[in-house]
């Protein structure tokens, strides 16, 4: 059984972090009485520091009595993940992300955390880890994971930060939907485009799209479909 | 002996297939008696096939009695290289070009051909390839490489399509700025951001900046620096 939040970005435009989910998230801790969350930092945006980052979340959370703890200050982080009753991965670089959890063998656990039962909120990075892998990650590949493997907790990938072309643009370099194509020409696995203030709402076999945006679904060698808040993702695979 | 146009792009907007280096290429075509060029379709923009990716740079080439061979089309393609009076790698998607190259073995003759003196024509992705690595690509990781690592025929990297961040955006996600001051958190080359429009002519130890463009270059830990056309970007390792 799943319980998660899958969402494009942490932040949305002219608003806090985490501020447009937050009503979303306490309802379901409250839901699941949890009172404490598990972080996992290793995204590191801007190169922010494990400690920073996690205090970053706390700082949101503080208020409604959630006790968040980085994995990075647990010594035994696969039991860690086990016994948790939420867990969050945040945004950042996902090659930096995915190679971190790969070489603290990780990746497993999480999957075995979440199909457990244990809440899961991603963003952004966080969210890309949630698909088979991290081939549709916009960002730079700055250091190289030993695999582009993923949880698969979801059965298709997703892209974050999805953008639409720009009308009259003139610059040369590919679109976000030209490079979804290119996945697909290597690749069978449906990529969602989540725009900024989209997410997935996940409880047990409903994969529930949040938010005030359509999604936009690639399927190879289809037309990409537009998709309305309420759309079950479960029905791609 | 390095003899090189290095492009951000391979086209500008409102104009032809290399149209906009056409002039240079064939100056440096006359001024080294090439006839002959070597092409590596691997980046396959769009997913082109190699034989029509290399179809479309013959068409460019022809009225100048350029003969175009695609590198796929020939078995021994190591001896190809060190044969080879002018290599010209096309633009795509970095990943699948660099997961090839390190496939068939040719990333080191590639390097071993452009100091020995082969001409050498990059665009886009067949820029990427001459840095030191590829991980200041724009391109989404479709495919996982085997390593990284490229030719390393600069002793730097590029990034092509540099774009400046858009003022009064309101996407959260990263600028391309952000994006490759991420990558100094984990690397200490230079990176140089290449407008569309602007390549670097090298010849022996000059690396020049030609086109309309300032490029702009980002050192670890410091500002970046905006630099003009007729900079030396040897001066950087």
Known sequence: MRNMIVASTSTIHDSGYLQYILKDLLAAFKENNITNLLFIPYARPGGITHDDYTQKVHHVLQPYDIKVT????????????????????????????????HELELMTPLRQAIFSGAFYLGTSAGSNICGLNMRTTNDMPVVQPASFKTTGVLGYNINPHYLDPVDGSTHMGETREQR?????????????????????????????????????VFLKDQEPLEVKTGYNFAQLV
């Open 70 to 101: 980085g994995i990075h200050t647990i010594e035994n982080k696969e039991e860690a993940l086990m016994q948790a009753t939420a867990i969050f991965t945040g945004g950042g670089n996902t090659f930096q992300l995915v190679k971190t959890l």
């Open 180 to 216: 979804i194509k290119e996945f697909h020409l290597y690749n069978t696995i449906p990529v969602v485009g989540l725009r900024e203030g989209s997410y997935l709402r996940v409880k047990n076999d409903q994969e529930i799209l949040h938010g005030p945006h359509t999604a936009r």
